[in-house]
C-alpha cells in the first residue's frame, strides 16, 4: 500500500469551515480513502471513507475527484476540540500505510 | 468507545529483554494488525492476522512476532529489545473479506526501552 502526502500543520479558528487535501499519487484500483483522527497518546479513530465522488457524515465530508489521485477532507465549524493529528490513508481490506499525517490546531 | 483493549497501557523494559503485549475486541472482529508508532510519526504496519495465521507484514525484523487466538485476541512478542523499539503499540481490529472495512483501534501500549 502506498504512502499518502498531505501537509505537515494547519490552523483555524473557532467555527471555521476546515479543508485537509491529500494526494493519493500510488492509489490501486482497489483501495478505498480512508481519514482518521489521532489525539495525543491515544489510538486513531475512523472520521471517513469514500470511494469516489462525495461522501457525508454526521463529523465531515470527503471530496474524491474522478481520478482518485487526490482527496479533500473538510471539517464544518471546527471547534477547539477538534486539535488533532489527521491522517488520509489508502486502505484495503484493513491494511493500511500511514503517512506522517497532517496536525490541525483551531485556536479561539 | 472503540471496543478494542490493550494491556498493558504502559510498559519499561531493559535493552535485550523480551515483551508480550496483548489485543483483545468485543466486537468479533476476525483480523487484527499491529502498529508502532513512534513519537511525531504516523502508525507504521508491523503485520496482519487473520485466522490465526499472519496475513501480511510490514519492514520489521523476525524478533517481532505474533499470535492470534481463537477468540480473536492477540498478542505481540517482541525479543531483544532495542532502544529505538520504544515507541506506542496500536493494534486495531477489522473484518477480513470487506474491503471497506474500518479498522477499530486500541488505546495503545506505551513501550520504553532503557
Known amino acids: 500500500l502506498a504512502k499518502t502526502t498531505q501537509p505537515i500543520s494547519m490552523d483555524s479558528y473557532e467555527g471555521q469551515e476546515v479543508n485537509i487535501t491529500c494526494s493519493h499519487n500510488?492509489?490501486?484500483?482497489?483501495?478505498?480513502i480512508t481519514w482518521y483522527q489521532q489525539f495525543p497518546s491515544q489510538g486513531p479513530r475512523f472520521i471517513i471513507q469514500?470511494?469516489?465522488t462525495k461522501v457525508t457524515n454526521e463529523v465531515a465530508s470527503l471530496f474524491i475527484p474522478a481520478d482518485r489521485k487526490s482527496s479533500t477532507l473538510s471539517l464544518p465549524r471546527v471547534s477547539l476540540s477538534d486539535t488533532a493529528v489527521y491522517y488520509c490513508?489508502?486502505?484495503?481490506?484493513?491494511?493500511?500505510?500511514f503517512g506522517d499525517g497532517t496536525t490541525l490546531t483551531v485556536k479561539p | 468507545e472503540t471496543g478494542v483493549t490493550q494491556s498493558p497501557t504502559h510498559l519499561i523494559k531493559t535493552r535485550g529483554q523480551q515483551v508480550t503485549l496483548r489485543c483483545s475486541s468485543q466486537s468479533g472482529h476476525n483480523t487484527v494488525s499491529w502498529y508502532q508508532q513512534a513519537l511525531g510519526q504516523g502508525p507504521q504496519f508491523i503485520f496482519q492476522y487473520y485466522r490465526e495465521e499472519e496475513n501480511g507484514r510490514g519492514n520489521f525484523p523476525p524478533r517481532f512476532s505474533g499470535l492470534q487466538f481463537p477468540n480473536y485476541s492477540s498478542e505481540l512478542n517482541v525479543n531483544a529489545l532495542e532502544l529505538d523499539d520504544s515507541a506506542l503499540y496500536l493494534c486495531?481490529?477489522?473484518?477480513?473479506?470487506?474491503?471497506?472495512?474500518?479498522?477499530?483501534f486500541g488505546p495503545g501500549t506505551r513501550l520504553t526501552v532503557l
Open positions: 500510488n492509489i490501486a484500483t482497489n483501495d478505498y
Open positions: 490513508l489508502d486502505t484495503n481490506a484493513g491494511k493500511s500505510t
Open positions: 486495531a481490529c477489522s473484518l477480513a473479506g470487506v474491503l471497506t472495512d474500518t479498522q477499530y
Open positions: 469514500g470511494y469516489k
